[in-house]
Each structure stands twice: as C-alpha cells, then as structure tokens.
C-alpha cells in the first residue's frame, strides 16, 4: 500500500505555512456555531456499532459519489446492511481523487481513528472496519467522547420553532459535560406554504407547542415570538434561513394578513402570493433578531430535490440538490437596507452555493457594514458544494479583496456526523497554507506573530468574541 499522504504538513506547502499551522492554528478549540448534528444523540451520549453507522447514514455528499460510482440505492439510503455499504463506499473512495470526499475520510480516519499509514480501498476495508468496530466499543469514542477529542468547546445545532428543546435540555442540566451545545432557532417551516396542508400542519403543532391558539396572522406571529424567546431563554443566540433566493417582495401587514387567512382556511397560494408571504416572514424573523441581540444566517442558492425517482422513493434531502442562479444583488440590497433604514438589521451572515455569487456576496454585505461594530456583517464559508479547496480558497480571496478578513469568524462543518470536525482543520491548514505563501513571497509582513494572531482570532477567537455565547 502506497504512503499515507496526510502528513503533518498535508497541505502546507512551505515552512512559514508549517509554522502557522501547528503553532498559532492547531492548538486553538472549536465553536462550530452551524451544525446538523441531532441532540438526541449528544444528550443520550449515543454509542456507534460501526463505522457505516457515524459515517454513512445521512451523509447526502457520500450517496451522490457512491451513485456516481455505479452503486446501487440499495447501499445508499436502502435497507442492506452496515457492512455492505461500508464496503460500496470502501469500493468507492479511490475512485474519489480529487473529489473533496478523499481528503476528508482520510482526515477521519486520522482523527479521532489514528489510522495514518492506510488508504481506504477494497483491500484494507475489513482491518479498517474491524479497527474501527473496537475503538468505537470505547467509552471515549461515543458521541461526546469523540466531541472532546476533537477539541469542540461549543456547538450549535439546527433547530425548528416547534421542536421542545427537551435534549438541550438534559445537556445542559449534566455538570459532567462540559462542552456547551446550544440550539439554532431555523424558522423555514414558517416560510413553506407552497402546500396548504403541510403549513397548516406545521402551524397546528406550533400552536400546540406555544399553547397558542392561531386563528390569524397575528396569533401566528404571537407564538413565533414566544418560541423566540423560550430559544433564547435556552442560550440560542442565532437563527438561520435556508433558501433559494432572497426574499424582498413588496409587502403590508393587511395583505399578510389576507394571504394567511386565505392558506389557514386550506387555500392554495398562487406564486406572486408565495412570494409576498415569503418576505414579509423574512423580514418579522430579522426584526425579531434584532431586538435580541441574535446574528442571523442566510443559506442562499440551492434548488432542492430536483430526481422525482429518489424524492418519491425516499423522501427529502437525499443528494438530488443542486446550485441555483438568479436575481440575487437586488433582493439581497433591498432585503438589507429595508431593515437598514429602519435601524432594525442584525448581526448578519451570508453563504452562497453558487460560486460566481462569491464577489456579489461580499459587495453587498460591505455595503451594509455600521460603522460600529466589527464585522458586523459577514461572508460566510464555503458551504455545501463550496467546503473544499477550492471553494475555500476562492472564499477567502473575495472576503479578503472585498472586507477584512481579519475579522472572519471563520470555519464551521454543516455537519450531520460526529466525524465532520476535521473540516476545521482541513480549513486552518488552508487559511495558513494561503498567508504562509504571501509571506514567503513578501506579499504580506515577515512578522510571524502578527499573521499567527489573526490566524487565532480566524480560527476560533473572532467567533468566541461576535456571536455572544456564554464561554
């Protein structure tokens, strides 16, 4: 078997990158401030038999590369067993160069595995599965075992107003874990009203969870606004909107009025309504943010469940999304300045998927900065399709040409795996490898300790100092 390539200085490509990699980037914790991960299984401390279990089930980035490859759907989202999909993706990886997806399970199986000297292939996946099997037995390899491991301090999850915050909950009562896991308040639902009955639906266990009774717009907003506050009162300190477009439609409290009367009643919307409804939800939650002291995250530029076959088979999110495009700087600028004029627009930050939006992102979110606080609005990482090399790099050049990377609060996962913390690591080595580089070539000061305390702040202090968590 060839040479492990994930070396101490994977990715650094000289010795100034090297020395601000292991000195000033490595060392510092994690605050992976936008996860996936389900607190049920922190809260229960969930044991994983295998390496399908915490690597495989629910990772969309793994079935597209496995279909891609000739698999089945079988191995992906069907119901054969965990070793046979682990040996399909086994199968799979080494037809992955190139793809983001090798250097990641390669970084997994480093840390938290220590397996450094093998490639996943056909050949090794039963010693790796087997290796794997019995380190996971280990106490330290539960779920908040391999938390620790990884450095994490804090992280937050994704969460929908009508979920009870029952396993945050339980966290936060056990004094014998001390990594802080708060909740994200992710009001989506509020926003889906392209299906009456799935809304209303929607509305009815919302108004059960708030013991609101909603009849109208305004009971609506009520019990948004009571489960706003029961988040906060829970350490959640930021919100976040996953959507295709920016919504900044024309809008007034009688026509929402009307819209939500005419959808309760089990009315469809037409288009131009959808729309309308859309943003004036858009903007009562960034208005609600504001009078918190909340930041608030806008997830832009994704097509959703575009293969009916796979939709229809198995359900939402399963792989089949894909970039969009569209009218984006005229919304985004009229989304922002209407809360602007009005002094009401919060900490704010934005990822795009699409990538030729990289330098209209950054534009526009300079154009909004308050003079106040730094780096108030931010250019979120590469997300998604864009949390590779690549994507990462490309990021990092329109934030620094367009703001100040200096206050970039930096990487986080988007994670549905336990395993996905490496993708902090994959980035400081990229951001050092980037500054390290413009050193040597004299493109920025031969002061290492003035580059290594941004590469800090960039790697865990910014976010430490902007969002307001409670360390």
Not at 12 to 29: E, F, S
Not at 325 to 336: L, P, Q, S, T, Y
Not at 436 to 460: K, W
Request: some cysteine; overall charge negative; glycine content about 6%.
């Amino acid at each position: 078997m060839s040479d492990f390539f994930i070396t101490d200085n994977f990715m650094l490509q000289n010795d100034t990158a090297a020395r601000l990699y292991h000195d000033y980037a490595k060392p510092m914790p994690i605050i992976d401030y936008h996860t996936h991960l389900p607190p049920n299984e922190i809260a229960e401390d969930r044991r994983f038999d295998n390496l399908a279990q915490i690597w495989l089930n629910g990772d969309h980035y793994k079935w597209r590369a496995m279909r891609a490859n000739g698999v089945p759907e079988q191995y992906c989202t069907g119901s054969d067993s965990d070793w046979e999909k682990f040996e399909k993706w086994a199968e799979t990886v080494p037809k992955t160069l190139r793809n983001p997806l090798y250097h990641w399970t390669h970084l997994e199986l480093k840390n938290p595995f220590g397996i450094k000297e093998r490639l996943l292939c056909p050949e090794t996946a039963k010693e790796i599965w087997d290796e794997t099997k019995q380190l996971l037995a280990e106490d330290s390899f539960s779920a908040r075992g391999i938390l620790k491991k990884m450095n994490v301090v804090l992280l937050c999850t994704t969460d929908d107003p009508a979920d009870s915050l029952e396993h945050h909950l339980t966290i936060a009562k056990d004094r014998s874990f001390d990594i802080k896991v708060l909740p994200t308040f992710r009001p989506d639902q509020a926003m889906q009203v392209h299906s009456a009955k799935a809304f209303n639906d929607w509305v009815d266990r919302l108004s059960s969870k708030a013991n609101i009774d909603i009849t109208d717009f305004d009971s609506l907003l009520e019990a948004l606004r009571d489960r706003h506050d029961f988040f906060h009162s829970n350490g959640c300190r930021l919100s976040d909107n996953g959507m295709e477009n920016f919504y900044a439609e024309d809008f007034t409290e009688s026509k929402m009025k009307a819209i939500f009367r005419q959808i309760r009643s089990g009315n469809e919307l037409k288009p131009d309504e959808i729309l309308l409804f859309q943003s004036g939800m858009l903007h009562e939650f960034a208005v609600m943010n504001h009078e918190k002291g909340w930041t608030q995250q806008y997830h832009f530029g994704v097509i959703r469940n575009n293969r009916t076959s796979i939709f229809e088979q198995v359900g939402p999110d399963m792989g089949c999304d894909s970039m969009c495009d569209g009218n984006v700087a005229k919304k985004m600028n009229k989304f922002f300045d209407r809360l602007d004029v009005k002094g009401q627009l919060a900490k704010t930050i934005v990822y795009n998927l699409n990538p030729a939006h990289n330098e209209l992102v950054a534009t526009t979110i300079a154009n909004f900065q308050d003079g106040k606080t730094p780096g108030k609005m931010q250019y979120g990482s590469g997300w998604w399709f864009l949390d590779q090399k690549d994507g990462m790099e490309r990021q990092i050049e329109a934030i620094s040409n367009q703001c100040l990377l200096s206050h970039f609060v930096g990487m986080l996962t988007d994670g549905r795996s336990f395993l996905s913390f490496t993708r902090h690591e994959y980035f400081r080595r990229i951001l050092c490898n980037i500054l390290g580089t413009d050193m040597e070539q004299g493109q920025l000061p031969n002061d290492i300790e003035m580059i290594g305390s941004m590469v800090r702040n960039i790697s865990y202090n910014n976010a430490a100092n902007f969002f307001g968590f409670d360390l």
